[in-house]
């Protein structure tokens, strides 16, 4: 399973990068809004930074428009991943962009039907957001075991669940069960898989042993 990190702080992303388990970054006008700097300067560092693909999303919702500024926004980097909307004009938008060799991550999922029309129009990614329809009550997660089954119907669609607005760790631990391609996780939840205070507990314990033999490795 592929791990992106969902955020355009440079200094947060460059600090998970060295943790080697990095494989990707999902921005969005929000997160371009929080960092309060030009999207292009912020696209640019984080593609630098990672290898991976990094989505940097349109903001006009006509194809025409739409089209153009997935241009422009692939020609700031080899790794940009073009995000488009779930919209008649997205879908088209990626069917057009995809044809020219440019990864498109489609977002704003929230049902199957929607990801099947994704996987159709060769989208590099789907977006579904699990957080976003757990808000409204609903399991995000039963989404997510939805397109699976649909996807793994129809080997020869490329298409990547890219299991999107995380909340905690369990979204990320019950999207790997499910067998999702790449979770798209917020710094501090991606921090917080580290974690566990049987681990932190079992550590002391043994350095104190350890400390008591009077023995040292190096
Ligand atoms: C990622 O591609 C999405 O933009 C993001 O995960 C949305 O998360 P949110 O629902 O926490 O804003």
Sequence with gaps: ????????????????????????????????????????????????????????????????????????LAKLAKNVAVKVPLTPDGLKTCKVLRSEGIMVNVTLCFSAAQALLA????????????????????????????????YRQYPHFKTEVLVASIRHTQHVVRAAKMGAHVATVPPNVLRGLFKHVLTDIGLKAFLDDWAKTGQSIL
């Excluded at 990190?5 to 600090?15: E, F, L, Y």
């Excluded at 997160?31 to 349109?58: H, Q, W, Y």
């Design 1 to 72: 399973m592929k791990f992106f990190v969902d955020t355009a702080d440079v200094a947060d992303i460059k600090d998970l990068a060295a943790s080697g388990l990095l494989d990707g970054v999902t921005t969005n006008p929000s997160l371009i809004m929080k960092a309060n700097r030009p999207m292009f300067d912020v696209i640019k560092e984080i593609c630098a930074l990672v290898p991976g693909p990094v989505s940097a999303e349109t903001v006009s919702t006509d194809h025409k428009r739409m089209l153009e500024e997935g241009r422009k």
């Design 119 to 150: 996987a159709k129009a060769d989208a590099s990614f789907i977006s579904p957001f699990v957080g976003r329809i757990d808000d409204n009550g609903h399991d995000g997660m039963m989404l997510i075991d939805e397109i699976m089954t649909i």
